[in-house]
């Protein structure tokens, strides 16, 4: 099985950046679509962001477009989600997730999930 870990949510201020960051295990990390969905309390799970095996395809909410990035680093087995212009409304609990060999447009069932991280955006 593969392992995720989050790191680095916290509290911002709007309009402030976080830089988070998704560790997993394995020695196949290269053959992953890897992205990141959230939840704020009360509403369902959503997607934010995925990335192609290489990294040369994305795909990123049109709610995020333009101030989220996802990218990733393949020898260190780490996918980020570079988070600016944050506003309240992006405070949720940040899951980051993979599946193997899939489209960056259609990755609504992960195989493998974080705990996940909190991010809160204060006014």
Do not use: H
Not at 5 to 14: A, D, I, K, P, R
Not at 17 to 38: I, K
């Amino acid at each position: 099985q593969v392992q995720l870990v989050e790191s680095g949510g916290g509290l911002v201020q709007s309009g402030g950046s976080l830089r988070l960051s998704c560790a997993a295990s394995g020695r196949t990390f290269n053959t992953y679509t890897m992205g990141w969905f959230r939840q704020a309390p009360g509403k369902e799970r959503e997607f934010v962001a995925a990335i192609s095996e290489s990294g040369s395809r994305i795909n990123v909410a049109d709610s995020v477009k333009g101030r989220f990035t996802i990218s990733r680093d393949n020898a260190k087995n780490t996918v980020f989600l570079q988070m600016n212009s944050l506003k309240p409304e992006d405070t949720a609990i940040y899951y980051c997730a993979g599946k193997q060999w899939r489209s960056v447009f259609s990755f609504n069932t992960p195989d493998y999930w974080g705990q996940g991280t909190q991010v809160t955006v204060s006014s």
